[in-house]
């Protein structure tokens, strides 16, 4: 290999230099304000749901369900919506913004391993929020357990992938943290719509319901639900998947 080859082949990340990114990352996501946000607010909204005496009890309406039973899986859905829909997308337009993209790409760091490390970051908070949202509410609570929990589980990480692809998109597009959050915040609305937040989704009108099952989040709860067939919702979340990451990675500028 000659000197000039050599010269211009792009910066490797090796696994330490991975760790160090990634751990960097975290510690600037967590610094944020709105961090509080992402990981306390959903934690707080179950415990205040869990302490009204009504949420626990079933009913005829919500199918024999609690109304408990029926916003944990929309309690938990809101740390991934918080964290690919503004989180995601803010972080990389703020490092835009503030011109720290454009020095990453002339230093020995690839750009698409400090992208790589927010993911990750970004991954293992909406896991971890995920982890602790349905263990309080089993443990303390006793909310019921869906019924095939290997498809809630497999629609989880689909939904939660979806909503980062989505993230990617608003964060290939926007300039500035502001913009992003004006991409990032309609989706992450429409989504806690279709996932039950505002309105029992079995207070919603059929047609309605059936909509909302091509929303990330609608599909999500579908699958939780076990409404319609599971290779569908599957189907749905996985274009939402592979078409973000399509576009976001056609249209992604690194200045």
Known sequence: ????????????????????????????????????????????????????????????????????????????????????????????????????????????????????????????????GVAVITAVGNLAYHVKAPASPGAVVAAFLLGTTAVLAVGLVAAALARTSAAASGMGVPVMVLNFFFSGLYVPLAELPHPVQQIGQYVPFGAVMAAWDGRGALWAHLAVLAAYTVLGSLLAARLFRWE
């Open 1 to 128: 290999m000659t000197a000039t080859t050599a010269a211009a082949a792009p910066p490797r990340m090796t696994a330490r230099g991975f760790r160090t990114l990634t751990a960097t990352q975290a510690r600037l996501l967590l610094r944020a304000p709105a961090a509080l946000v992402w990981l306390a607010f959903p934690l707080l909204l179950l415990v205040v749901f869990g302490s009204i005496p009504g949420f626990r009890t079933a009913s005829d309406d919500l199918g024999g369900r609690s109304v408990l039973d029926v916003y944990v899986p929309t309690i938990a859905a809101m740390v991934p919506l918080f964290l690919g829909c503004t989180a995601l997308p803010m972080t990389m337009a703020d490092h835009r913004e503030k011109g720290f993209l454009r020095r990453l790409s002339v230093s020995p760091v690839p750009a698409a391993g400090m992208l790589a490390a927010l993911l990750a970051v970004i991954g293992g908070l909406t896991a971890l």
